[in-house]
């Protein structure tokens, strides 16, 4: 099975990603949060930039309707060296989908079918796609499929939910083989892997299931990846409190490298403790005190007090 680290929006920076590739790893394949614009911005530079991914197994991913901004970002990144692009047809945010891209481009299949047509002519890298099932209704999955099937794709990662799903309800893995039975190139599954129990769920409804994409799942747990490795020789160690306060303390000074001030290095700290406390053992009046706290070095005191216990 290949493991791949799903892109989400503000959290799967390079510098997260450099911090788990060196401290936790099993990922076979990293994705980047969308790029939208076509001049690039400084942060999606950054993001994408070789120099700051120089470890990793990486793929970019595009977020646009337009087949010409598409391939400007397409042709920049195979200057960089990139050997593959992914789109984004699976992104549910609000804001997104009112402009008709991500997971909203679905409701347009013929519009889409030609933007495909373009991208896969004239693209110089191949493209793989992150889908969702449709916009509000399973049985415009089939139609899907069938479109998909007539272009080169070289990997379909499948959230096996829809559009109107968000995140809620059950991902359907009969949607899932559905796709594997009808369509010609590699496929990746996508939803709800979390634990040991939702992945041997997985491999028991889909046994010839050949990749996973984990995203808030291994944000929470970043032992996920190699605790599913390993369970096929039932070698699953305790969550290791040394390596979490390494990995921590990576990220605490590389986004106050990258940030200003204290407030938004504070922010992305406290975002990835509303993960982290679904998974490790920590009391409320702690979690309170990180929330609370409003400068870096009473935060770090605080973990460390933490971690020390």
Known sequence: MRFYLA?????????????????????????????????????????????????????????????????????????????????????????VVAKHRGAGFLEDPR???????????????????????????????????????????????????????????????????????????????????????????LLNECPDAQAVMIGRGAIANPELPRLLTEDKNNQINSFDINTFCNFHNELLDGYRDYMSGDQPVLYKMKELWTFWSRNIDIDKKTLKKIRKSQNISVYQSIVDEYIQD
Request: glycine share 4%; net charge negative.
């Open 7 to 95: 892109p989400m929006e503000g959290i799967t920076t390079y510098i997260y990603r450099n911090a788990f590739y060196k401290h936790y790893g099993f990922i076979d394949t990293y994705y980047t949060p969308f790029v939208a614009n076509r001049k690039l911005k400084s942060r999606e530079l950054a993001d994408v930039l070789p120099y700051n991914n120089s470890a990793l197994p990486l793929v970019p991913q595009i977020l646009t309707n337009q087949a010409d901004v598409f391939l400007e970002i397409a042709n920049q990144l195979n200057d960089m060296g990139y050997t593959e692009v992914n789109l984004n047809l699976g992104c549910p945010s609000g804001t």
């Open 111 to 201: 519009e889409l079918a030609r933007f495909l047509d373009v991208i896969f002519d004239k693209c110089p890298i191949p493209i793989s796609i992150k889908t969702r099932l449709g916009i509000d209704s399973l049985f415009e999955w089939e139609d899907l499929l069938e479109m998909y099937k007539h272009f080169p794709i070289k990997e379909l990662i499948i959230h096996a939910r829809t559009l109107i799903q968000g995140y809620n309800g059950t991902p359907s893995f009969e949607a899932f083989k559905m796709a594997m039975d009808i369509l010609p190139f590699p496929l990746c599954y996508n939803g709800d892997i979390n634990d040991i129990t939702s992945y041997k769920h």
